[in-house]
């Protein structure tokens, strides 16, 4: 087996508290466990731009070989990371997009696809193409929420019976937005259904209709769908949530993308992860699914652990092979 050259990889993520993005870093990591000599740069920027800027610049002063970022703002963003691209380093766009077209690979599922989906699905599953929907919007500037709501529009326009009877921006938060939805609560009565950006959101959303008794008449619907605690799944299980759209953070697919590249393999630009509707009719197979994926996570880890005593049983033999021939 010839060892893999020592490739020196920098992360620039967004934001990192919150449970889309750890998942993410777990998936990175995980792959990451397969290639022991390459070294990992890991930052994140707490949802500032600036900072994102800042944090670039100083990996590039570390001469990382290949960045990975998720730039918090298109526009903010676009310069640094054409600035590394013009040095030399491959760039990889993983879910959010800077305003350049100059990078290496992208990827993430296509954003403006999970808009025109949940339109889709809003106007035949739940409305038969009458009714009214509101939408609560991403971080303004930041590439998904631009995208989901274009597709979103743009679909939605094609049912001349469907009203948009609001649009706010949350910024992907949860409190922020409750606090939208609340300050216009004149808004929410009478509307048939609330398209939120992420699960976070949707369940901020649903908090408030729950505050204002009308949970029963204003569904909700988010985007991620992810396992764990009080995420998408168990929301879209429990009925909080009517549906998610599944939004694979890319983890796993970064990671392949930056060796193949690193090593001169080849790789697509575009790298285009699938997205699909999560609703009471398939909820429960995604969830067994993740759990039947996450129990093979645990095999792989205890066999690695399993690989490494057996390592150091053979080194130990060794030495005392050693020991015995020069006596
Ligand atoms: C997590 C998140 C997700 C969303 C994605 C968009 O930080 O807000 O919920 O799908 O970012 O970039």
């Not at 409190?175 to 009565?189: F, G, I, P, V, Y």
């Not at 008449?217 to 009080?230: H, M, N, Q, S």
Request: net charge neutral.
């Amino acid at each position: 087996h010839k060892q893999e050259e020592k490739f020196f990889i920098g992360f620039s993520q967004c934001i990192a508290s919150d449970h889309w993005r750890r998942t993410m870093l777990e998936e990175m990591k995980m792959e990451l466990s397969l290639h022991p000599s390459a070294e990992f740069l890991y930052m994140d920027a707490d949802g500032n731009s600036n900072r994102q800027v800042k944090q670039v610049r100083e990996m590039l002063k570390k001469n990382i070989d290949l960045l990975i970022i998720s730039p918090n703002e298109a526009h903010p963003l676009a310069a640094v990371v054409e600035e590394a691209y013009n040095m030399g380093i491959p760039v990889i766009l993983i879910d959010r997009k800077t305003s350049s077209p100059h990078y290496t690979a992208y990827v993430g599922a296509d954003n403006y696809q999970i808009g025109k989906m949940a339109a889709d699905y809003i106007a035949n599953a739940l409305l038969k193409r009458k009714g009214s929907v509101g939408e609560v919007m991403g971080l303004p500037g930041s590439s998904p929420a631009i995208e989901r709501s274009k597709g979103f529009i743009d679909q939605i326009k094609k049912y001349p019976e469907i009203q948009v009877k609001f649009q706010f921006y949350g910024d992907w938060l949860k409190e922020q937005a409750e606090n939208q939805l609340r300050s216009h609560q004149s808004k929410l009565k009478g509307t048939d259904i609330i398209f939120a950006h992420n699960d976070v959101m949707a369940s901020g959303s649903w908090n408030v209709l729950k505050e204002l008794d009308l949970q029963k008449e204003t569904k909700v619907i988010g985007v991620d769908a992810l396992p764990g605690a009080r995420a998408g799944l168990e929301l879209v299980g429990n009925k909080t949530l009517t549906a998610s759209l599944l939004y694979p953070t890319g983890g796993k697919e970064a990671i392949s993308t930056a060796f193949a590249i690193l090593s001169n393999k080849p790789f697509q630009k575009e790298n285009v992860l699938q997205t699909v509707v999560i609703d009471s009719t398939n909820v429960e197979l995604m969830k067994m699914q993740w759990a039947k994926f996450s129990s093979q996570q645990k095999d792989i880890e205890r066999q690695k652990g399993l690989l490494e005593d057996q390592l150091e049983i053979y080194n130990n033999q060794r030495l005392v092979l050693n020991v015995i021939v020069i006596t």
